[in-house]
């Protein structure tokens, strides 16, 4: 069966749960009542299903009803938003967005394409680098807005989610079993690293740093070559390695937290929409 269902006879439906009756919804809608009955009787022919029974003087939602309705609101949000979109001027200037290199190859891609895709005027200039870097640079003024692991000594910045450190090897590889356990690492000051190899010394496990990688390509080359073992977020473990833990000898990691630092002089349009596009695309 083929839906092409008119959004004025979702909004009519959704006013009549939210007023409580046809008669107060066509009053909200400025429509006759008969013109929001109508409304009500050709949505249920199209979905082939009644949306309400009556229980004395009261209106209930019928199965059909309740599912109707999750799926009304939803389209009727996003049909307000861009209605709210196109009334707007549009979104124009640049904007420099800071994230180590980890995000930017997995978490950030499908956001950037998104946004680019809703707001064309706007260009994104984009710096990889070590969290602390960044956010030396958001107090210089060098970028705009600053997607980083939050370090014990950050202050401020607003949560964004927060990701499980897990450790990776390579597929058919028993790299875990070597001793001293080969690793891959960020560049000393990385949180990972220092999460790292601090289980590692509680365990009581002997490790060798043999390959250093400021990017994640360099970390997973190494890794899936089983030259090294390595410690990345487990959003970005991909098909090409296996995850490892406590089975394999190796310690539990902790989580971290992702957070969006925004330059005080950054309040421009453009900074503030790819802020909050970006906070709402990976908020957990």
């Known amino acids: 069966m083929r839906y092409d269902i008119d959004p004025a006879l979702l909004r009519t439906f959704a006013a009549v749960v939210d007023h409580g009756g046809v008669t107060a919804a066509a009053r909200h809608l400025a429509l006759t009542q008969s013109a929001a009955s109508q409304h009500l009787r050709k949505l249920e022919a199209q979905l082939g299903s009644g949306l309400f029974e009556r229980q004395g003087r009261r209106l209930l939602l019928t199965p059909t009803g309740e599912v109707a309705l999750g799926y009304a609101r939803g389209i009727l949000r996003m049909q307000d ?19 180590p290199d980890l995000y930017a190859a997995h978490l950030l891609p499908k956001v950037l394409g998104d946004f680019g895709r809703a707001f064309p005027e706007v260009q994104i200039e984009l710096h990889c680098r070590l969290s602390q870097v960044l956010l030396e640079d958001i107090g210089r003024g060098e970028i705009d807005v600053a997607l980083v692991t939050r370090q014990p000594y950050m202050a401020g910045g607003s949560r964004v989610r927060d990701e499980q450190l897990v450790w990776i090897s390579g597929l058919g590889h028993d790299t875990t079993q070597r001793s001293p356990l080969p690793l891959a690492m960020l560049p000393a000051g990385n949180l990972y690293r220092t999460m790292a190899l601090d289980g590692l010394e509680r365990a009581g496990r002997s490790w060798k740093i043999v390959c250093e990688s400021a990017s994640l390509g360099g970390l997973y080359a190494a890794v899936m070559s089983g030259l090294a073992v390595s410690v990345v977020a487990r959003s970005t473990v991909t098909s090409d ?5 406590p089975a394999q000898g190796l310690p539990r990691l902790p989580g971290v937290e992702l957070i969006l630092y925004r330059a005080p002089a950054a309040t421009s349009d453009a900074v503030r929409c790819l802020e909050d596009y970006i906070r709402r695309k990976l908020r957990a």
């Open 81 to 99: 938003e861009l209605k709210a979109r196109l009334d707007r001027p549009p979104v124009v200037g640049t904007v420099r967005l800071g994230t």
């Open 241 to 245: 390695v296996v995850e490892v833990g």
